[in-house]
C-alpha cells in the first residue's frame, strides 16, 4: 500500500511558506486581529468584542454598521485610544494599541486619530467659538505654530467644511449640523491620519445628515484622510463603498459598492454585493435568514465544486434522500 500523506519535502515546503506569508493586515492602516474586550462589572463578564478583525486601509472612507449592543462603540473606544483591549492586536498608523504606555496615548490621541460623537455638546467647548475650538488642538499639540499660521489654518478648515460663517459664533448660536461640521474642523485639526466619528448624524434630521455625510467626504477626498463612521443611518452606509457589519462582538458581513459601466449604453450603475467573512481558521458566518429559509442547524454537508463551495441542509435523515439531486 502506498502512502499518500505528505513527504518530510512537502511540510517543510509548508512550514516555509507559512514563516514567509505576510502578516495579516501588514499593510492596513488600521488592523484588528481577534480583537477582544472583556468588561466585568458586580462579577459578570461581558463579552463586547469577541474576537473581532478588521483591517482599514490608508484613504478608505468606510462605515460600521451594527444592532445595539454589538460592540459597535466599544471598538470605537479602543481605536480612539480611550480603552485598552483585553486581548489580541489592535494596530493604528503602526502604534501598537496595547502596548501604548499613557504618554504614547496621550500622544496618539492628540496626532494620529481625531474624532466625532454623537452628541454635538461633547464635541465642542461651549464658551469658545467656532475659531477657538478649531485653534485649541493646535495650541495642545505644542507644535511651534505661529499664531498667523494657526490663524491661516482654522480659516482653511472652517472654508473648506463650509461653516466659515460660524466663525466667530459660540455652540449655541450655531444649528446641530454647523456644529458638527465644525466638529469635524477640530477633529481634522492637527491632520490625523484616521478620523473617527461614532453616530456623528445620530443627533440630526435626514437633511443635515446628508449634508454631515458630503463634509466627510470632503475630508477625505480633500486631505486624504482614512475616515471610518458608526452609524445607524442607512442612507450614510449606503453612501460609501464599504460596510462592514458587526454582530455579537465580530465582523460578520460587509458590502462593497462599485460603479459599473454598461458596455452597451455607457451608463453608470452603483453595484452592491454582499460578501461573509471568513476568518483565518475557516469559520464563516452564514445569514441567519440564509440558514432560516433552508432549515440548516447543527451542521451542514459540505461539498468542493471547481470554482465554489456548496453548503447543504444535513442530510443524514435516514432516508439518504436529501431531494438536493446530489450525488455521492
Ligand atoms: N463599560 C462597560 N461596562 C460593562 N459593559 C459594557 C461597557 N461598555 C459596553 N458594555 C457592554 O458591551 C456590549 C457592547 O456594547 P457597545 O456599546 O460597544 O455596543 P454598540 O454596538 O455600540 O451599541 P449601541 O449601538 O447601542 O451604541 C454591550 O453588551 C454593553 O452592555
Redesign the pocket.
Given at each position: 500500500m502506498t502512502s499518500t500523506g505528505p513527504t518530510f519535502a512537502d511540510l517543510a515546503h509548508r512550514a516555509a511558506a507559512h514563516r514567509d506569508r505576510p502578516a495579516y493586515g501588514h499593510d492596513a492602516l488600521i488592523t484588528c486581529d481577534r480583537l477582544v474586550r472583556v468588561?466585568a462589572?458586580d462579577g459578570v463578564e461581558?463579552q463586547?468584542l469577541q474576537g473581532l478583525d478588521l483591517t482599514v486601509r490608508e484613504g478608505e472612507l468606510m462605515a460600521l454598521v451594527?444592532?445595539?449592543?454589538?460592540?459597535?462603540?466599544?471598538?470605537m473606544n479602543i481605536l480612539a485610544g480611550l480603552d485598552t483591549p483585553t486581548a489580541g492586536a489592535a494596530r493604528v498608523a503602526g502604534r501598537d494599541l496595547l502596548t501604548m504606555t499613557g504618554r504614547d496615548r496621550l500622544r496618539y490621541r492628540r496626532e494620529v486619530v481625531g474624532f466625532v460623537w454623537q452628541q454635538t455638546a461633547r464635541n465642542l467647548l461651549p464658551y469658545l467659538t467656532a475659531a477657538q475650538n478649531v485653534a485649541l488642538p493646535l495650541r495642545l499639540s505644542g507644535s511651534r505654530t505661529r499664531r498667523r499660521a494657526r490663524a491661516a489654518r482654522v480659516a482653511e478648515l472652517l472654508e473648506l467644511l463650509e461653516v466659515a460663517d460660524c466663525h466667530d459664533r459660540r455652540p449655541h448660536e450655531m444649528s446641530g449640523g454647523q456644529q458638527q461640521r465644525v466638529a469635524i474642523a477640530v477633529a481634522l485639526a492637527n491632520s490625523p491620519d484616521v478620523l473617527l466619528a461614532d453616530?456623528p448624524t445620530g443627533e440630526l434630521d435626514s437633511h443635515t445628515a446628508g449634508q454631515i455625510f458630503a463634509a466627510f467626504r470632503t475630508a477625505n477626498e480633500h486631505l486624504g484622510t482614512t475616515i471610518v463612521i458608526?452609524t445607524?443611518d442607512q442612507a450614510v452606509a449606503s453612501e460609501v463603498r464599504r460596510t462592514v457589519a458587526?454582530r455579537d462582538?465580530r465582523t460578520s458581513t460587509e458590502v462593497l459598492r462599485r460603479t459599473e459601466v454598461d458596455a452597451a449604453t455607457g451608463e453608470e450603475a452603483l453595484v452592491a454585493r454582499e460578501y461573509a467573512m471568513l476568518d483565518r481558521a475557516g469559520r464563516l458566518q452564514l445569514p441567519a435568514e440564509y440558514t432560516e429559509t433552508l432549515g440548516m442547524r447543527d451542521r451542514v454537508a459540505l461539498e468542493l465544486e471547481r470554482d465554489h463551495i456548496g453548503v447543504w441542509p444535513d442530510d443524514d435523515n435516514g432516508s439518504g434522500d436529501d431531494g438536493s439531486g446530489r450525488t455521492g
Open positions: 468588561f462589572t461581558v463586547a451594527g444592532a445595539s449592543g454589538s460592540g459597535k462603540s466599544t471598538l453616530e458608526v445607524h458587526i462582538g
